[in-house]
């Protein structure tokens, strides 16, 4: 069993061109279905990426290659894209699937564009860092609220 673990680690974290950190109170796979769970303070770190989370379930194609993450309970998360962008937040379940680097928040999500200075809180929130979009949507009873910091037109 040990073996396989660490295998499954090694086949997920050889799939991409930067290390893959993952950390976890427990750990469970199968790899003929190719999924892979990690639960209990689960952090995971790749380039100057980083999630943190109560449960994370990676998916992987048949060559072993990771095709959709998905966070759960409490996520907290730091991601820099590949214009520079930087964001940081929190959801109760992120999504995100590598092949298009798109990143889905849900219910409770508040993402922080840091070098920006731009907030957007919702409900369901989608990050497409490729092209550099995001789109929003508020909650049956609560808008979407976006937050920018304006410069001072006295000075």
Wanted: net charge positive; hydrophobic share 35%.
């Amino acid at each position: 069993m040990k073996q396989a673990v660490i295998l499954t680690i090694f086949l997920v974290v050889s799939s991409f061109s930067q290390e893959l950190k993952i950390t976890a109170n427990f750990f469970n796979s199968d790899q003929k279905a190719g999924i892979s769970v990690f639960e209990g303070d689960v952090n995971i770190i790749k380039g100057h990426d980083e999630l943190n989370a109560s449960k994370v379930t990676i998916y992987t194609n048949s060559e072993q290659k990771p095709t959709k993450f998905v966070a759960e309970g409490d996520t907290s998360f730091y991601i820099k894209t590949l214009d520079g962008s930087l964001y940081r937040g929190k959801a109760q379940k992120v999504i995100y699937i590598p092949e298009k680097k798109e990143y889905y928040f849900y219910k409770n999500v508040h993402l922080k564009q840091i070098n920006e200075k731009k907030e957007i809180i919702g409900d369901e929130v989608v990050l497409k860092t490729i092209d550099g979009k995001a789109y929003a949507k508020g909650a049956k009873k609560e808008p979407v609220i976006m937050i920018f910091n304006l410069p001072d037109e006295k000075k």
